[in-house]
């Protein structure tokens, strides 16, 4: 991997404060009717976690954070850099090109490794477009100029405690 310099990269998010970190809320399978539970919380090391509960019962299946992006710098970037430390299962890393509460996402899945810090990087050409688990088809590639939302979802029948820390989060070039 290449270093990255200071005008190839934009921090979307680090959790050091409130204020570098977001308004996140979370969404769970409790809107269909589900039984999931979920919080995001900053740490005092500067990191921020999101931890709960998936359950499949009453047909549930996720729980999900989400945060509204106001403003991203113009710059053409490439892709999503992520510094997570995971508990083994698989997430979702997500965007959506709205604020909308519904409607269709761009997902890249990460496989974590339990209990380590590990950096990802993953192209917006490698987000796939989906809709309630279904591929679509007649979308655009993700551009970062287009991003309004960023959200991270643990679902695929994954049930039982779950916990992700979150250092940062950054666009790159």
Do not use: H
């Amino acid at each position: 991997m290449a270093l990255l310099t200071f005008n190839d990269q934009y921090t979307v998010y680090d959790f050091e404060s409130e204020n570098k970190s977001g308004q996140w809320r979370v969404i769970n399978d409790g809107v269909m009717g589900g039984l999931s539970e979920s919080s995001i919380q900053l740490n005092s090391d500067g990191s921020a976690t999101f931890k709960g509960f998936v359950s499949l019962e009453n047909n549930g299946g996720f729980a999900s954070v989400r945060s509204n992006i106001d403003s991203i710098k113009q710059g053409d970037f490439k892709g999503v850099s992520i510094r997570l430390k995971g508990d083994g299962s698989m997430y979702s890393l997500r965007f959506r090109t709205n604020k909308n509460f519904d409607g269709y996402a761009y997902q890249a899945k990460i496989k974590t490794e339990k209990d380590k810090w590990k950096e990802y990087n993953i192209s917006f050409n490698d987000f796939k477009p989906t809709f309630r688990g279904y591929t679509l088809d007649d979308k655009p590639v993700l551009k970062s100029d287009d991003i309004a939302q960023i959200g991270l979802l643990i679902s695929d029948r994954q049930s039982g405690y779950f916990e992700l820390s979150i250092d940062w989060i950054k666009l790159y070039k």
